[in-house]
Each structure stands twice: as structure tokens, then as C-alpha cells.
């Protein structure tokens, strides 16, 4: 009996990016694997962007690849557009891929076999090539853990990229997805409860392509995500979702983390917001201390 390759969901979150989500959509029909699906999820996008995916969508069958447009009323947050994308998503297996990045033609091939030959494998992640005004910027100074149980270093900062991702729907949806209030760092907030739960895979090629620093990215419009972080890793502390030795570490980041944003507000003359971190700094770091829970 022949066997039957899984159906692979691509997923593309997006809102007005008109110029970049042609790339990002060729990139997934480009893509070696088949049988694939694209979703595009479109978070109310005020310009031409949806006529831009519309165009595409010919190119798409040829392409045998069949092609969704979810128009979604905006919400701000790219949590709650890839979680109604991964509703309407009917493959085994998942792949994000954010509107503004592209992956190498044999992306998804590559990670598919790693899932073939592993049933107990859940999520899959690669490695990055970045890009900033078409020049690639050298990650040689990355020196974090990528692969096996990686939650000490997951904690410090968001070190697993959307667009590399590959995972179980089924897992997907039993971990409860992306949260839907955070807009930003919502990646990070959820890599760590899955971090906390289950080893990842690393491929050590850079079968995606990052591309930073244009104006509209959250992350150049605020100037700093760490309050953001802050503020998932907060909820989880809180609300105890940790146990164990990842509880303590959880705790001891947090802490780490408030002091670091109190002393800056201090510096930047915010008193009293910086205060009130550096108050927020030495509970967690009792709590983490004395080695239990418990909401602030």
C-alpha cells in the first residue's frame, strides 16, 4: 500500500502589506512539498492588500495548491489572526509564516521528513537568514541553546522565529494556541509554554528568510518589546501554569527582567513606574527563592 504524505497547512497572518505579501505567498507555492495548503489570513487590511492576494490565487492552482482568504475583521493581534487560520486549516502538520518573510524552496520538505521519521516529534524549527535592506546580518554572536530541551533559554528572550516553525496540529490545538490579547510577543509567550512541555527539533539551515528593520513591523513601532514580554511571562508566573525547576527559573527571569526595565525607567526620569518594577523585581526573586508560586 502506498504511503500517504501528510497535508501541510501554510499559514500567512497579515494587515496592509501590500508590497510584501506577493513574496511571502510565492515563496509558499514555490515550495517542493505537495500536499500543501496556504491560508492567508487577512486581519482587516485597509488598502490594497487584499487585491494583492486575490491576484495570486490562479498562480496558486496552477501551482496545485489550494488557496484560502479568510477576511477577518482587524483585531490588532497576530495571535487571533493565525489561531481562525489554523480553524480553517485541514492538514497534519502546520508552518507559519509571517507576511514580510519568505522560505527557501525545500523548507517545508526538509521538516516534513523530520516529522515522517519521528511520530513522537511535535515542533520543528530552523535556522534564520537575515536580512536588512537586502544584506545579510551575521547571527555569529547567537550562542543560544536551539534544540532539546531549550526552556532556560527560551525564557530570556523569543529564540524560535514564527516563520520557522512547523508543528502537530493536533498539538497545536491541545497546548490552546497563540494568545489572542498580546500585540507582540505573543510568539514568545507561547514558544514558552511549549518549551516548558516538549523538546524541539532544530535544523541547522537556513531555510527561512527574515527580513527586518522596514517601519512597519510592531516591533519598530514601539522601539522596545521587553515590557510586552514582561507582561507574558508575568501571566504565566501568576497564574502558576509553571512547575517544578521551570516555576523557580520562570520566577528568577521575571525578576531579572523587571529589574533591567525598572532601572531603565528610572534612568529615562519615570519614577514611579520604575518603582514599581524594581518592587515587582524583588518578589519574584523571593518567590523564585523559596522555591513556590503565587500572583503579585
Not at 81 to 94: F, H, I, K, Q, Y
Not at 160 to 188: C, H, N, Q
Request: proline residues 3%; aromatic residues 8%.
Amino acid at each position: 500500500m502506498e504511503h500517504k504524505l501528510p497535508l501541510i497547512s501554510a499559514i500567512i497572518p497579515v494587515y496592509n502589506r501590500p508590497l510584501q505579501i506577493k513574496d511571502a505567498i510565492l515563496s509558499v507555492l514555490n515550495q517542493s512539498w505537495r500536499p500543501l495548503e496556504l491560508i492567508v489570513g487577512d486581519d482587516g487590511s485597509d488598502d490594497e492588500t487584499i487585491l494583492e492576494i486575490r491576484k495570486l490565487q490562479e498562480q496558486a492552482e496552477k501551482a496545485t495548491v489550494e488557496m484560502q482568504i479568510l477576511e477577518l475583521k482587524h483585531s490588532g493581534f497576530p495571535g487571533d489572526v493565525r489561531n481562525s487560520c489554523v480553524r480553517a486549516a485541514r492538514g497534519e502538520l502546520l508552518a507559519f509564516l509571517d507576511s514580510d518573510d519568505i522560505w527557501k524552496p525545500e523548507k517545508l520538505s526538509r521538516q516534513a521528513v523530520a516529522f515522517e521519521e519521528n511520530p513522537d516529534l511535535e515542533i520543528s524549527h530552523t535556522r534564520e537568514e537575515w536580512r536588512r535592506a537586502g544584506r545579510i546580518i551575521s547571527q555569529s554572536k547567537m550562542r543560544h541553546k536551539r534544540e532539546g530541551d531549550i526552556f532556560k533559554d527560551a525564557l530570556k528572550k523569543c529564540i524560535i522565529g514564527p516563520s520557522t516553525v512547523m508543528l502537530r496540529k493536533d498539538y497545536y490545538l491541545e497546548s490552546g494556541g497563540f494568545r489572542t490579547d498580546l500585540e507582540i510577543a505573543e510568539d514568545y509567550e507561547y514558544w514558552l509554554r511549549l518549551t516548558a512541555d516538549t523538546s524541539v527539533t532544530f535544523l541547522d539551515e537556513p531555510l527561512t528568510i527574515k527580513k527586518a528593520g522596514h517601519s512597519d513591523q510592531l516591533s519598530e513601532k514601539y522601539g522596545h518589546i521587553e515590557i510586552f514580554r514582561i507582561q507574558g511571562l508575568k501571566d504565566l508566573v501568576d497564574s502558576e501554569y509553571f512547575q517544578g525547576w521551570h516555576r523557580q527559573a520562570a520566577q528568577r527571569e521575571l525578576s531579572r527582567k523587571c529589574l533591567v526595565y525598572g532601572r531603565g525607567c528610572i534612568k529615562r526620569e519615570k519614577q514611579e513606574e520604575g518603582q514599581e518594577y524594581l518592587d515587582l523585581s524583588g518578589y519574584y526573586e523571593i518567590l523564585a527563592d523559596k522555591g513556590y508560586g503565587g500572583a503579585c
